[in-house]
Structure formats: structure tokens, C-alpha cells
């Protein structure tokens, strides 16, 4: 029961268990594991679970999850849900209302340095919850053997700790490197672990790979966002999601709803999935034939004892081969571990029928009655995915290699994927290299850098004499340049050298303002090919795991990794902040920090020059000031929030953080202004970007020859 009316039982169920909550004690012994991946997440799957398992959910859990962005999809698809199939399905942070109680207390996930201690801050004032879940972000794809070991072990000690409560494991969402990628391999560690202790585990890497009818997409490179390489070219060129939801009818075979950096599908699955968990974790045996009506029976918990074997070792288990042997023998571990509590409290269930579904499914059932022969453990014949069998051999992991995760980069916003210019723009590049040929310029090679290129002499020369053929190639390439635009000849070097593209339907769209994550992706590009911006992150693995951390791992991720230097303050990231637009002041910023550091920062010679005139350097930068935070510390006042209240007080003057970059630029010819202006303050577009770094690498190149 959830709720009493009377003063009577409250107080009497007060003195008994502390909380009106049953508390979920399972003698582990009886039990295997629950793993919940893309066979549980379906919409036949969620209306196989019998009612009387949804209701029992309801009214005996009391769930608090920790996610991020990504673990949101659960959430989120689940309120969808309730549109979708009704209020059965309803759930709230308090449970009223005949809903299932669902907290979300913290957005935070298990990058979280001290995720396990939070988690006992949290149940010590909280004792009435029942069932922890923790999301992870993007930590896996970074991961090495040890960093899962350690959260392996945290999650066993927590179990042992609360043998009341369940807790559940996650794997780590989709990141493009397949199935002989880093993550793939992590997961496989997690999910090895949890077949082999018996635990309870919401795999949300394997449903995004597969579609609902079946399709597997691991082995094409699927990412977060549903995106695939359908044919092995290496383009992310389909999404199963969307592909999918075109073919099937909204309303009756899916939902709309918030799906974070995905496709409302996804969320659809993970909510089926969660469903599924819930009823699981409630007493369900994974059966769709109901079974008589469900007891729960909280006074009966039988003690789990966890002082008897408290076997678990992660620190051992997770290190097995896990792509090798994903199916322990059924003879091997017939009583699992007492301490690890991963399956629902004992109910007046049926017993499980394994050898009707030979999956993971059916392997969760609590038996409550363990005088029989230990139930055989289905868990020894996984479903058969193509993850149960890969190439490396996880017993020597190499070192993460991060660079590999982002790589696939959605088209949607301002900076589409990269491709090279002969497979795009054809007609452009067979006109530029006869330009090239005429100024007797020689470059075979395709990875050559859009700086490198630019800061030769010739080159640059080249651009400043033909404005008038770049323009026309500008206008001939793209539906949308007439080619007497202001910045139409700085067009074609740029979409040569891959530092930008144009949109899918063959427009360049200059005017559009731009994010500050596809102004990173720019500056990344500037001096970088892909390869190297893939090396520069696989190094930092630090700044990496920082950034995934406070932005996700999603397609900029690395290029921001790569030109983190281009941040006044780095550390102040969100994935709101790097998706919102880039003013021209914080360019100016990234472009003098790239071309001349030592002279912005303090004691340096511009910063200098800031630091004693007042005199305007543009018309719009009438005096420096320093802007502090209501504590008067400067250095802790987040700089969005700074740079958002100066450009709303232009009477106060540029930020010392920007002044010294714009004398940089303007004493180096780079920045020009717009009317005797630099309007620091405005969101910068994709052609000002591609003016100002053409500028700078021709300058760079001056400086250097």
C-alpha cells in the first residue's frame, strides 16, 4: 500500500518499517539477473507486461534517478508515454495520484566524481526510496578497464550496504566507433558483470542499437542521435529513427516527445524498456500471462543476510573477456551472490518458464520458494546480437581513445559534416585548380589545412587578385549568392579547405549566426586536418573527460577539446552556453589568443596598452573596465553571465577580457569594424567568421615568412 488515510496506520507503519514503502528484500540466492535492453522495448512489449505488474510498480516503488541531458530520454519518453497510452502509465515526483513515484532530485549523472557518496547523502535523508537508477553521459566512450571496475565495485558496495534497495546499472549511450570501438568494450565489461553477479541492468546502449522491428545498427557505427553508416563509406548518412518513424504512423506506432540530442523513437523505446524495469524490479517474472493476483507481502522479507557470502568481486568479474564469453555457463555460478539484491521482492509469482524465452528476460523471475534445484540461468544463451561476438580482446584494453566518439556531426545547425570538396562541390574544385595551375600553384594533397593553404604567399595572393572569379564560383556553387555580396570571394577557399560547408540544399545561408560550437568546429579546423583535431583530443584525454563532463560527448565535443584555448573561460562551458550563439567580442577573443596569446594576457603588450588608455579603439569601445560578481571576485563571476550584462550596458564599456584583443586585431589589420565599430557585443554570423580567419591566416602568414 502507498498510502494511508488513517492516523492509526501511518503510526503504526511508521514504527514498523520507517517508511510506507515495502522494502524490496530478496534472497539473492533465488535469483538471476534482470537485463532490460532492445527485446523489452518495443510497444508489444510494454503491452505484454499484465496490468496488474504496472499497478504493483505504482504502489510499492519509490524510484529516485540521476541523469543528465541523455538519461533524460527515459523520462521524457515516458511522459510522452501517458498521451500515448494513457494514464496507467502516469508517473510523478511524489506519487499522487495513483502515479509511480519517480524522483529526479539532481541533474547529474556518473561522471559525478563522487556519485556513490551523493547517492548515501541522499538515501540518509531520503530512507523511503526503494530502487536507485544512475545515467551515465558520455564517460564511457573515454573509459578505461579500471574506470568501469571502479563503478562496478561503488554500485556492489551500495548493494551491499542496502540490501533494501535496488539499484540498477547502466551502460553507456551510442558514440559512432561500432563494435571494435572503446565504448563497446566498456559496455560489454559492464554487461558481463551484471549477467555474471545477478544484477539488475537498463542497457541503453543496445536499444539504440537496434530498431524496433530488429534491425542492428552497432556494427554500421550508430551514434546517441540514431545516425548510421548505411553503406561503409564513412558518412553518417541514415537514421534509423527517423527512417522508421516516416514509415510507420504517428499516434498508433509511436509518440512524439522530447528526445535530448536524439529522435523521439529512442525515447519511445527507453520508456517502453523502463516500464518493463519497473514491473520487473516490482515482482514481475517477465511472463505476459498474468498470474493470479500479486501479494505483495512487506512484513514477510526474508533477511538476505549479506555478511553470508558477500561475493561479488567486480575488481575480477569485470575484467573477463566480455566480448568473448558473454554467456556464463548455467553450471558454472547456480548461487549467486546473497549481497548483490538485484531482483524484485519475493512474490506469489509463478515460476519462471526459461526454456519458453531463452533470453535475459526471464532469468530476473524471484523464485520464492528456494528449496528447489537452483534455477538454470537462461542468462547462459543471450539473444543473438552480433555484440556477443567482436574482434579485441578485452583482457589488455588499450587506453581509451576519446577522438573517436564525436565523430559523427549532425546536419542539422550551422556547421554541417565535412566531406571532401571533390565529392561535393565538383564544378568549384575543378575551377579552383585551374586558378591554382595559372598562379603556378601546386597542392596534391587533400588534407592540406585551410591556414596552411592560406598563409602561403602565392596563395594569398592568389585570393586577393581574383576576387572577382571567386565570387563567381561562389555564385555558380551556391542557390543563394548572387556574388556582389560583401564576403561572396571568401567563399570558395573556405569550402576547399573543408574549414565549412554549405546546407543540403545547396545554399550557403551567410548571414546565419553561428554557435559557439561551430565556431570552436571552425577554429579547430583553421590549422587542423580531421586527423589531427582527433589526435590533439586522443592526448588531452583530461580535458576530454572534463568537457564530455560539462557538455556531453556529442559531434563538437572533440573540436572544442581541440581549440579550448579559443574559451575566455573554458571551465564556465554548459551544453546550454555552447549551443547558443558566439558573440563577436568572444571571437575576437579565440582568434587573438590563437594568433598572438602571450601579448592579450596579463603583461602582455596589448593587454598593457588596455590596461592604461581609454582611448576608443572603435567608436563602440568607449573605455575598459573590469566587471565583477556580486562577491567582487572577478575570476568567479560566470563569464556568460558577465558577457550577457555588458552587452546589455554598453555605458560600461568593453570587458578587459575583450579590449586587449581588439587592439590586437585592429593594430594587425584583422579586424576592420563596421562603421566605425566593432560591435563586440553582437552574435557573430558564418560569413564574419570566415572573413576574420582569412585575414588572420594571411597575416600569420606575413608574420612568419
Known sequence: MKKFNSFLSVLIIGIMLTTCYPALHTNSADLSAIIVDHQNATLPDIEAIPMEWINQAKDNLCICYFHTSHGSQVTSGMTGLVGFLGSDYAWNESGTNGALELREPEKIDLGHKNWHGFTRNYLKSHPEINVVMWSWCGQVSSANETYINNYLNAMNQLEQDY???????????????????????????????????????????????????????????????????????????????????????????????????????????????AWYLWA??????????????????????????????????????????????????PTVTPTPSPTATPTPKPTATPTPKPTVTPTPKPT????????STPTPKPTATPTPKPTSTPTPKPTKIPTPKPTKAPTPKPKSGGEPEVNY????????????????????????????????????????????????????????????????EWYASYIPMAVYRKLIKGFPDKTFKGNNIVT????????????????????????????????AELIGNDWYTQYIVAAKDGLPHPDDCTKDTVLKPMTRGEVFFALANFLCKNDIQEGGKYYNMAAINDKPAFNDTVKTV???????????????????????????????????????????????????ESKWQDPITRAEVLALLERLATVWGTETQ
Open 421 to 484: 570538396i571533390t565529392t561535393d562541390y565538383p564544378e568549384m574544385a575543378k575551377l579552383l585548380e585551374l586558378l591554382y595551375k595559372d598562379a603556378g600553384i601546386h597542392d596534391n594533397s587533400p588534407n592540406t589545412t585551410y591556414c596552411a593553404m592560406m598563409r602561403q604567399k602565392s596563395v594569398s595572393s592568389l585570393t586577393a587578385t581574383n576576387r572577382d572569379k571567386l565570387r563567381e564560383l561562389a555564385k555558380l556553387t551556391f542557390s543563394d549568392i548572387r556574388g556582389d
Open 516 to 547: 559557439r560550437a561551430e565556431v570552436l568546429t571552425m577554429l579547430a579546423r583553421f590549422d587542423s586536418s580531421e586527423e589531427m583535431i582527433g589526435q590533439k583530443a586522443e592526448k588531452d584525454t583530461n580535458s576530454w573527460i572534463r568537457f
Open 163 to 273: 540490501p533494501n534497495i535496488k539499484f540498477v546499472y547502466m551502460t553507456g549511450h551510442t558514440d559512432g566507433t561500432g563494435i571494435k570501438g572503446n565504448l563497446h568494450i566498456r559496455n560489454e565489461q559492464i554487461r558481463q558483470y551484471c549477467r555474471t553477479n545477478n544484477k539488475i541492468l537498463f542497457d541503453f546502449a543496445d536499444i539504440e542499437s537496434y530498431d524496433p522491428d530488429g534491425n542492428y545498427y552497432l556494427d554500421k557505427g550508430v551514434n546517441d542521435t540514431c545516425r548510421y553508416d548505411s553503406d561503409g563509406d564513412g558518412q553518417m548518412d541514415r537514421n534509423w529513427a527517423i527512417d522508421w518513424q516516416n514509415s510507420h504512423t504517428e499516434n498508433v506506432d509511436w509518440y512524439k516527445c522530447g528526445s535530448a540530442h536524439s529522435q523521439p523513437l529512442n525515447a519511445n523505446m527507453k520508456a517502453y524498456a
Open 626 to 676: 573590469y566587471l565583477s560578481g556580486p562577491d567582487g571576485d572577478r575570476k568567479s563571476y560566470n563569464w556568460y553571465r558577465q558577457l550577457a550584462y555588458a552587452a546589455e550596458h554598453p555605458e560600461m564599456g568593453v570587458p578587459m577580457d575583450f579590449y586587449p584583443s581588439i587592439l590586437c586585431l585592429k593594430d594587425k589589420g584583422i579586424l576592420l569594424g563596421n562603421n566605425g
Open 364 to 371: 530476473a523471475t524471484p523464485t520464492p520458494k528456494p528449496t
Open 280 to 329: 520487473r524490479i516490482a515482482g514481475w517474472d517477465g511472463n505476459a500471462t498474468p498470474s493470479g493476483t500479486p501479494t505483495p507481502s512487506p512484513t514477510a522479507t526474508p533477511t538476505p543476510s549479506p555478511t553470508v557470502t558477500p561475493t561479488p568481486s567486480p575488481t575480477v568479474t569485470p575484467t573477463t573477456s566480455p566480448t568473448v564469453t558473454p554467456t556464463p555457463s
